[in-house]
């Protein structure tokens, strides 16, 4: 694994005074509902291993409750495990000494949140320079810094206002500014963009995904949607009770769920925007003039397709070489019907 990634490792987290007492039982089978009614115990992570990776942006997703934020409160330990492993650049994070765990959170980490966060008494620029503040970066620095992020999230002229003078939507460019302005390697979002009406957070969505072509952190993001998830996820893990049940690209869980419960998320997505053309292409076509980019989307395909007036293309890869073909009939079908690959 990469340096930045991030490896989970038989995690368990059992909410209560004696958590450890039952992790044997809660391997042999006893539910989360059992442990709680007998015990007292709330099971909030079971046996969860997720290798996420380096400079990409890894989603857990699932419904309230499934354990979501307790996962991503392990990276940086505001929870402490019951038992298991989340290692980073080879340290295990549950194990680090107080005096570690403090400068991996100051250096390493930054979280934006679904809240925001944000001092009400600071203004913009104070709130988003006030993690580098804490480290002690120097006040000229620090300015420089912050004002470099508060440009690049469609802020510049917003310094010296205060959070209750802006939007949601731009109260969450703050949030994310601060947590860029700290330079983390790893950035941490909770359900980040949750509070948003949907256009803002579209738009927010667009700002992660193109500042992330840039900066190529690793990104640990929470969310309840799956639409978010598969537009901006990398890998996608889906919680449910505690567990994993199921990880992957957004493709492989598209087109092959786990269980039922994963068909239900499922069901009503748009496989067009998810379904790339080399999952479905067969041959190359001799006869097709149309060339379509390898790891295109069926969506963005089937448009090229009617606008150009043809029938058929061809996929082909970075140097322009025919790697397979479509046509508009099986690039439609596979959007509508599950695709063969």
């Known amino acids: 694994m990469a340096d930045n990634g991030i490896e989970v490792k038989n995690l368990y987290k059992i909410f209560g005074p004696h958590g450890e007492r039952y ?11 059992e442990l709680n009614a007998k015990h007292g115990h709330v099971l909030g992570l079971k046996n969860v291993n997720i290798s996420m990776p380096s400079a990409k ?18 990276i940086n330990r505001l929870i402490e495990p019951t038992s298991g492993e989340v290692i980073y650049q080879g340290q295990d994070i549950c194990k680090m000494s107080k005096a570690d765990l403090q400068q991996f959170r100051r250096q390493k980490t930054a979280m934006v949140f679904q809240k925001f966060a944000l001092l009400p008494h600071r203004t913009v620029i104070d709130n988003t320079l006030f993690g580098i503040e804490i480290q002690g970066v120097s006040r000229g620095e620090a300015e420089e810094r912050a004002k470099l992020w508060l440009k690049r999230v ?21 949030g994310l500014a601060r947590a860029l302005t700290n330079d983390a390697d790893i950035l941490m979002m909770d359900e980040a963009f949750s509070a948003l009406d ?5 738009d927010m969505q667009s700002i992660l995904l193109e500042l992330q072509e ?34 992957g690209t957004g493709q492989e869980i598209v087109l092959n769920p786990a269980d039922a419960y994963i068909s239900d998320f499922v069901k009503e997505v748009n496989r067009g925007r998810v379904i790339k053309v080399d999952t479905i292409m067969g041959d190359s076509i001799d006869a097709a003039s149309a060339r379509i980019a390898s790891g295109s989307s069926l969506e963005k395909a089937a448009k090229m397709l009617i606008d150009s007036g043809e029938n058929a293309a061809n996929i082909v890869d970075a140097n322009g070489g025919a790697i397979g073909g479509i046509t508009i009939k099986s690039t439609i079908d596979a959007m509508v019907t599950p695709a063969v690959h």
């Open 154 to 174: 469609g802020l510049e002229g917003y310094e010296d206002y205060y959070p209750n003078q802006l939007s949601g939507g731009m109260q969450q460019r703050v």
């Open 23 to 33: 992790i044997q039982m809660v391997k042999d089978g006893m539910s989360k509902d």
């Open 57 to 74: 942006i890894q989603v857990i997703m699932g419904l309230s409750g499934s354990g979501k934020s307790t996962m991503i409160r392990h």
């Open 198 to 202: 949907p256009l803002i957070r579209m």
């Open 214 to 247: 840039e900066l190529h952190k690793t990104i640990v993001f929470i969310t309840h949607d799956l639409d978010e998830a598969l537009r901006i996820g990398d890998r996608i893990a889906i919680l449910r009770d505690g567990e994993v049940v199921q990880q």
